[in-house]
Nanobody, 128 residues
Framework: QLQACGGGLVQAGSSLRLSCAAF????????MGWFRQAPGNEREFVAA????????HYADSVKGRFTISRDNAKNTVYLQMNDLKSEDTAVYHC???????????????????????WGHGTQVTVSS
């Protein structure tokens, strides 16, 4: 089970740090990803990180503003979000990817169907 937290209501330009903790099983050997979904929109890839944090991959819309990281000892993945914009408003979900491995195509990290376990999301609302 994955549990995301850290969302909230903030003003544009603010920062938030999301956390996603895994319970019941370890995901330290899995690639982890963050996705978001705004009302009326499809689920959108945000960021992903390899099992050993050697590789990170970001959507163009968040590159330079968001940072994904992980602490395998704590079975937790993080998403530091800086300079938030109104278009970042969405429910954010974390998920595990049992398929992708280092050396794989980065584009595959953006495909929701490649992720199996999905956590309950956390709402991020950015007011302009």
């Amino acid at each position: 089970q994955l549990q995301a937290c850290g969302g909230g209501l903030v003003q544009a330009g603010s920062s938030l740090r999301l956390s996603c903790a895994a319970f019941g099983r370890a995901f330290s050997d899995h690639t982890m990803g963050w996705f978001r979904q705004a009302p009326g929109n499809e689920r959108e890839f945000v960021a992903a990180i390899s099992w050993n944090a050697a590789l990170t991959h970001y959507a163009d819309s968040v590159k330079g503003r968001f940072t994904i990281s992980r602490d395998n000892a704590k079975n937790t993945v993080y998403l530091q979000m800086n300079d938030l914009k109104s278009e970042d408003t969405a429910v954010y979900h974390c998920a595990t990817n049992p398929v992708w491995s280092l050396g794989g195509k980065l584009g595959r990290l953006e495909i929701p169907d490649d992720y199996d376990y999905w956590g309950h999301g956390t709402q991020v609302t950015v007011s302009s």
